[in-house]
């Protein structure tokens, strides 16, 4: 790689979005727009990671290490040099393919009636929410063919885990929801497994841009509930894509702002869903959120409650009876 390949690809990845798909959270901003942070190469308990935006620098005054993005990633993964470079150039490619491979799975959604008759049957049928979720069908054996026509070789395809080493979609037959940096799959047929991810961080929580502002935000577990809320007009949902928040879905909630959390997890027979509401409640709450948890009939999950005929005013009863 020349020298100026190197300085491409330390321009192409701002620092700060490597580090908050890695899961660090700017904390503190201090003189000349950087930022303070806890450090994610050592045990950190107070601020002490430097990161500066306009350079795509960091330092850190606990563990003393620093450098560009490249040094940053050689101590994150603990590799060297040259496997740092790869992981970055994969890290950079992997946005432009994954909208590549969302919209040609959008293009397809409608041409499969099974995968559009699945989503009526979860409730999902406005074309507002499918435009708005972005969601699409992966009907199997044909993304290979259009994204190696984009110019994607088919080993990059399979690094990705969009491709199987034999050529087919890893999401076949399933309906599929772009996130942040990742691609979630539902999967139709009950032989497979019914969610996939691409391997890696599922992100943070969905589409928390549109949500962080509103000072009452409800937070479940699955895309599908989330749908079935937004259909019903709760705009202010989000999605922590299971009932165990990452550390950074943890500090997206926490960001300062004063906010109350609706926790709306499944009723399960065995209370799995419920006691991490009440944990997740209770770490919130010492966090200085208004944190409570929304009860749902029993063996129900926010989308099982619409799809058997409850609706926007019923739910809003739960969220004021929730409980602190
Ligand atoms: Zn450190």
């Known amino acids: 790689m020349s020298r100026k390949e190197l300085d491409d690809l330390k321009q ?37 990671f430097l990161m500066d935006p306009s350079k795509n620098l960091f330092y850190c005054y606990g563990c003393g290490r620093g450098g560009d993005i490249i040094r940053f990633a050689e101590i994150y993964h603990q590799v060297q040099f040259p496997r740092a470079l790869a992981l970055l150039r994969q890290w950079r490619g992997l946005g432009p393919l994954l909208q590549e491979t969302a919209s040609f799975y959008r293009m397809q959604l ?23 979720m972005r969601i699409g069908y992966a009907a199997g054996g044909c993304l290979r063919g259009w994204l190696t026509r ?42 497979s497994p019914p969610h996939r991810f691409l391997p890696g961080a599922k992100g943070g929580l969905y589409l928390w841009e549109q949500v962080r502002l509103c000072p009452e935000v409800i937070l479940v577990e699955g895309l599908f509930d989330s749908a079935v809320l937004w259909q019903a007009g709760f705009r202010n949902v989000t999605c922590s894509l299971g009932s165990h928040l ?24 065995n209370g799995s869903g419920e006691q991490a509401a009440q944990r997740l409640a209770r770490r919130l709450r010492e966090q200085g959120l208004n944190a409570c948890r929304v009860c749902l009939p029993d063996k129900h999950d926010p989308n099982s409650f619409f799809v058997q005929g409850g609706n ?12 602190a």
């Open 12 to 48: 192409q990845i701002p620092l700060r979005d490597y580090l908050e798909a890695h899961d660090w959270r700017p904390v503190r901003r201090v003189s000349r727009g950087r930022w303070m942070g806890l450090c994610p190469l050592h045990d950190d308990h107070q601020p002490s």
């Open 246 to 269: 990452n550390a950074y879905q943890f500090r997206q909630l926490c960001d300062g702002s004063a906010r109350t959390v609706y926790v709306t997890f499944d009723a399960d027979t």
């Open 312 to 323: 926007a005013q019923q739910f809003q009863c739960l969220l004021e009876e929730a409980q």
């Open 110 to 132: 409608h041409r499969h009636g099974e995968a559009v008759a699945y989503l009526h049957q979860r409730g999902l049928c406005t074309p507002e929410l499918i435009e708005h």
């Open 150 to 191: 984009l110019g994607y070789p088919l080993a990059t395809l399979c690094q990705a885990g969009l491709v199987s080493t034999a050529g087919y979609d890893t999401y076949m037959r399933r309906i599929v929801f772009p996130l942040e940096g990742n691609l979630y799959g539902r999967s139709l047929s009950t032989a």
